[in-house]
């Protein structure tokens, strides 16, 4: 069964960090990319950074993060980490860790990032 569990979110004023962590199971984490991906009520899911079953290149991210939040990963632990420094308001969301897009059968809960003064 696959499950993704997403952690470290919080409330964080502007400026500051969080990093994010996922753990993915019931699959074979390092044979797939794993992206996060980020939702707001009203508004559809946007990609915020992906990384490759490769330790290495492609990683890419949305343009708005790009030199303030780094993708990661450990696939002896099986888990996925995005690292978010000089966080703004915009980056407000429930963020999620998931497959490809063509292969995100499955959804964690999510972990809440609050960016707010």
Avoid: H
């Amino acid at each position: 069964q696959v499950q993704f569990v997403e952690s470290g979110g919080g409330l964080v004023q502007p400026g500051g960090s969080l990093r994010l962590s996922c753990v993915g199971t019931g699959f074979n984490l390092s044979s797939n990319n794993i992206g996060w991906i980020r939702q707001t009520p009203g508004k559809e899911r946007e990609g915020v950074a992906c990384i490759s079953s490769i330790n290495g290149p492609p990683i890419l991210y949305r343009e708005s993060v790009k030199g303030r939040f780094t993708i990661s990963r450990d696939n002896v632990k099986k888990m996925v980490y995005l690292q978010m420094n000089s966080l703004k308001p915009e980056a407000t969301a429930v963020y999620y860790c998931n497959k490809d897009p063509q292969r995100r059968r499955y959804w964690g809960q999510g972990t809440q990032v609050t960016v707010y003064s």
